[in-house]
């Protein structure tokens, strides 16, 4: 796998409080990595860390395989990074917005505009482009803002909460074009507090508490790596289910919806063989389903508190 980012040992204290405490991560090139972690964690701040806005104070950081530390200049003309908060100036238009981005990265007025006028379009934007940005909804804002990151075309994206305080359709705008940035080759560093976007998009996440990765690994190994997991018999009749629950020892009843929960991780090896257990009585069962942890309850399980409870965050929303 070639790496986009790589960190080892990361290290950062405000004030005497230890906030990073030693942490290792890596990116694989054109993929989605979710941080995940409650308020305080250090999300925001190993973010900034890694698109050289904050110092690590130990460390190795490498961006698009330069030293966050040694060669920030290079490592901030191949990033981009849309923030919680948008960079997007209320007082100008959609365009002049971009326009203004164009210039800062120093591209030729043809060139700028050229960019303008095709992200306009690829963002649904075009027909608003000559409205200020103060009349725009709050969908349409976050994908100006995303389009502004865009106009330096980095290759490595640093998305802070993106979508936050979005209605349904719009968020589910801005997944269409995460997924089509990544097949496009971008790498995408994602911290959200909605678990259900990290499930939905993240190849691989890392679940961030106290400053330490306590947990990392793909949606589905997060889920498996907690108890709770079940396979669900439902049964035509109350003989089926007595025979099934004779048969399989341990299995947790409910007599008044006729089902029966037999602990599994729900692989399709694991529901075979449950039913080869059965015997015969396979026959009385006439619908099964698998349930497994949501990675709400990864979450909960892994810091001890539910991703809806809120802290205040350290100084600058760390």
Known sequence: MTSAITATGLRKS?????????????????????LLGPNGAGKTTTVQIMSTLVHADGGVVRVAGHDVAADPAAVRAAIGVTGQFSAVDSLLTGEENLLLMADLHHLGRAEGRRRAATLLER?????AAGKTAATFSGGMRRRLDLAMTLIGDP???????PTTGLDPRSRRMMWQIIRELVAGGVTIFLTTQQLDEADELAGRIAVLDHGKIVAEGTPEEL?????G????????????????ARALGGAFRHDDTLTLEVPSDGGATAVRALLNRLGDTADEVDEVSVHTPD??????????????????EMENAR
């Open 14 to 34: 405000f004030g005497g409080k230890v906030v990073l405490d030693g942490i290792d991560l890596e990116v694989g090139a054109g993929t989605v990595f979710s």
């Open 123 to 127: 963002f649904d934007l075009a027909e």
């Open 155 to 161: 290759r490595i994206i640093f998305l802070d909460e």
């Open 223 to 227: 889920k498996r790596s907690i108890p």
């Open 229 to 244: 997991a079940h396979v669900r018999l439902h049964f035509a009749g109350a003989a089926g289910l007595d025979a099934a």
């Open 295 to 312: 990675l709400d309850d990864v979450f909960f399980a892994l810091t001890g508190h539910p991703t809806a409870e809120t802290k205040p």
